[in-house]
């Protein structure tokens, strides 16, 4: 019997008779579908990291492009990371990578998909196009 997911906030599996070989099935309830939680971000502005720098706060720059498809496969592993209780003061800021062009200068950035650790005004750890859930929880983790 297959199982199809109408939407995440459907609690219960349409009634379904099915028979297949002889054998009637009817829908089993199943748990609501959980969508993944997103990733929380703040717009980038020197004003709001200097202020997070100043606070000693873990700091993670996520430098994205709408377009770059390795930016949104990053997010997942963002977001999976940044909802850990280890990381629960992680400030995750974005910089723009079409429209900040000093910043990403400033910061020695040359493509998207970037990601640059920070623990207050020590950078920790730089990533560039990577998209493994670990890999980016080990880069996070270097700002504890």
């Keep these: 019997m297959f199982q199809h997911a109408i939407h995440a906030s459907t609690r219960f599996a349409l009634a379904a008779l099915v028979s297949v070989a002889g054998i ?3 829908a089993i309830p199943v748990e609501p579908v959980q969508a993944a939680k997103a990733a ?23 430098v994205y492009a709408p377009w770059c498809p390795t930016c949104r496969a990053q ?10 209780k280890s990381n629960s003061g992680l400030v995750v800021f974005r910089m723009d ?7 990403l200068r400033q910061f020695r950035v040359t493509k998207q998909a970037t990601l640059i650790a920070y623990r207050g005004k020590k950078e920790t750890g730089r ?18």
């Design 75 to 84: 997010q997942p592993g963002i977001a999976a990371a940044q909802h850990l």
């Design 40 to 62: 929380s971000h703040k717009p980038f502005t020197l004003k709001a990291f200097r202020a997070a720098q100043a606070a000693n706060k873990p700091i993670l720059i996520d």
């Design 97 to 103: 990578f079409d429209n900040q062009k000093t910043l």
């Design 24 to 26: 009637a099935a009817t």
């Design 127 to 144: 990533s560039l196009g990577v998209t493994n859930r670990a890999a980016i929880a080990k880069l996070i983790a270097t700002t504890r």
